[in-house]
């Protein structure tokens, strides 16, 4: 009940294109589901965070859908360039992530060839 | 602002040895959070600290433990070091309970042999 399962494991995106990777959760107690982006040798860094009371966040080319009762959200990434080739964790916790344990998913190693 | 700082970046240990990490937060965030990373696993949340107080365990053995000072700034520290043990380990800190966003540190990695 803890998990949140994550897919794709790996994507391949032509520039320009869009980039969509999906998790699922198990937890209704989860209110606070962040994206985090990694390059290699760097710590996750935050892209962008959506909480249960909306069903779409937009953060320049990054938008959260989030479908409560499916208990799945997503990332699409418009416009993919290879700048935004990193890998990438969806995440999920509750409390509306005031307790600081997020659990993650394994994560998607984008490439977006140019 | 400054970024979350871990040091040192990288540690070599040997089996048996313990370790001890250090985390410094953003200024001002009072709620510091540590992960074990590793390929197989993932990141796995370890334990959170906030004012002092270790808020949230994760399902870690109680050879890992942490604690947080006054300025906030945390320790984490692994005793007895198995192989499995070798990972990145990161830091993550966070402003206030309301909002929940946590900024990570680049990590130590930490090689066991």
């Known amino acids: 009940q803890q998990q949140v399962k994550q897919s794709p494991q790996s994507l391949i995106v032509q520039k320009g294109g869009i980039s969509i990777i999906n998790c699922a959760y198990e937890?209704?107690?989860?209110?606070?589901f962040p994206w985090y982006q990694q390059f290699p040798g760097k710590g996750p860094a935050l892209l962008i965070a959506i909480r249960p009371d909306v069903s779409e966040k937009k953060e320049g080319r990054f938008t959260i859908s989030f479908n409560k009762s499916a208990k799945q959200f997503s990332l699409h990434i418009m416009d993919s360039q290879p700048g935004d080739s990193a890998t990438y964790f969806c995440a999920a916790s509750g409390m509306g992530g005031s307790q600081g344990n997020l659990i993650f998913g394994k994560g998607t190693k984008l490439s977006v060839k140019p | 602002k400054a970024g979350v700082t871990q040091t040192p970046r990288y540690l070599i240990k040997t089996r048996g040895q313990q370790v001890t990490l250090s985390c410094s937060p953003i200024?001002?965030?009072?709620?510091v959070s540590w992960y074990q990373q590793t390929p197989g696993q993932g990141l796995q949340f370890l334990f959170e600290y906030f004012s002092e107080t270790q808020r949230n365990k994760g399902n870690f053995p109680g050879r890992f433990s942490g604690r947080q000072f006054s300025n906030s700034r945390s320790e984490m520290n692994v005793s007895t070091l198995e192989l499995g043990d070798s990972a990145l380990y990161l830091c993550?800190?966070?402003?206030?309970?309301?909002?929940?966003?946590?900024?990570f540190g680049p990590g130590t990695r930490l090689t066991v042999t």
């Open positions: 937890n209704t107690a989860f209110d606070y």
């Open positions: 200024s001002g965030h009072r709620s």
């Open positions: 993550a800190s966070s402003w206030d309970k309301r909002s929940g966003e946590q900024y």
